[in-house]
């Protein structure tokens, strides 16, 4: 099956600066990648949708600014939080969605980064 | 707007035994897929069981199956022989179009 890859699996980092997620489809070109954020014992909530060369799609409530979606290729979505702050610290997973035109209508998940702001 | 409701934040089970996690949703749409997946403590997402809208045939995957009532708009999902590595989150799903929607999950604990 399709493999999606995260990179760090965790990270801490102090207030005030950026980190960057990097989300990548192993084994099969992504249009689309799907950001989300879970707080512990809750379910994933969506944050943005990454669209290769174009801007991504925020959800209601989302800091555009704050949280910077990158997709320059169809393996490759990154996302940067900037001036990070102990708010911040969550786990965010990335997801793929297969192909719906050609019939593959699941969703691929990486495992997830572990966002520690100190 | 599609939403998914699981009323059953958490649930334990008997090792060996059966248990059955409910799940319902709202939608206009008549063609879209709903699934479940587990999350273990690792946190990966991992795809249990998934279901067509348009077959009737309900799916099964080995100890999983599902209730499948498209009416009611009803998607239960049942496990059997209960497992020690079944302990997780599950989630239900629904998709409809390029758009996924996820349920709040429930926290299953199977008990030696």
């Known amino acids: 099956g399709a493999v999606v890859s995260q990179h760090p699996s965790w990270v801490i980092c102090k207030s005030g600066t950026s980190v960057k997620i990097e989300c990548r489809s192993l084994?099969?070109?992504?249009?689309?990648m799907f950001w989300y954020r879970q707080f512990p014992k809750q379910s994933l909530m969506l944050m943005a949708t990454?669209?290769?060369?174009?801007?991504?799609?925020?959800e209601q409530g989302v800091e555009k600014d704050k949280f910077l979606i990158n997709h320059a290729s169809l393996t490759l979505s990154t996302l940067t939080v900037t001036s990070a702050h102990p708010e911040d610290s969550s786990f965010y997973i990335c997801?793929?969605?297969?192909?719906f035109g050609q019939g593959n209508y699941e969703q691929y998940f990486g495992p997830g980064t572990r966002l520690t702001v100190t | 707007a599609q939403t998914v409701t699981q009323s059953q934040p958490e649930m334990s089970v008997q090792e060996a035994e059966t248990v059955t996690l409910s799940c319902t949703y709202d939608?206009?749409?008549?063609?879209?897929?709903l699934f479940w997946y587990k999350q273990p403590p690792s946190r990966q997402m991992i795809l249990v069981i998934r279901?067509?809208?348009?077959?009737?045939q309900n799916a099964t995957e080995n100890r999983f199956s599902v209730n499948f009532q498209k009416a009611a708009k009803s998607f239960s999902l049942k496990i059997s022989d209960s497992q020690l590595g079944d302990t997780a989150m599950y989630f239900c799903?629904?998709?409809?179009?390029?758009?996924?929607?996820f349920g709040t999950g429930t926290s299953l604990t199977v008990i030696p």
């Open positions: 997801s793929a969605p297969g192909n």
């Open positions: 084994d099969f070109q992504a249009t689309t």
């Open positions: 990454s669209n290769e060369g174009s801007k991504a799609t925020y």
């Open positions: 939608t206009s749409e008549n063609n879209y897929y």
């Open positions: 279901q067509e809208a348009y077959k009737q």
């Open positions: 799903a629904f998709r409809g179009g390029n758009q996924f929607y």
